[in-house]
């Protein structure tokens, strides 16, 4: 029994740092971008560009 509870509070206690460990490294995750008024994201270019007129 004593073994089953060591077990158990050790995976949680190294929980927080295997997730931490892991990251945002994978690529999947994406933030979102603020562009200035006037301007929009552009996912192509990777950067803000200005909204046409007219």
Excluded: E
């Excluded at 190294?14 to 460990?21: E, I, Q, R």
Aim: net charge positive.
């Amino acid at each position: 029994m004593k073994t089953k509870i060591f077990a158990a509070a050790l995976a949680l206690t190294l929980m927080p740092s295997v997730a931490a460990a892991m990251g945002c490294h994978g690529g999947a995750h994406q933030q979102a971008a603020s562009c200035q008024a006037g301007s929009s994201w552009d996912a192509d270019k990777g950067a803000c560009v200005a909204n046409p007129t007219g």
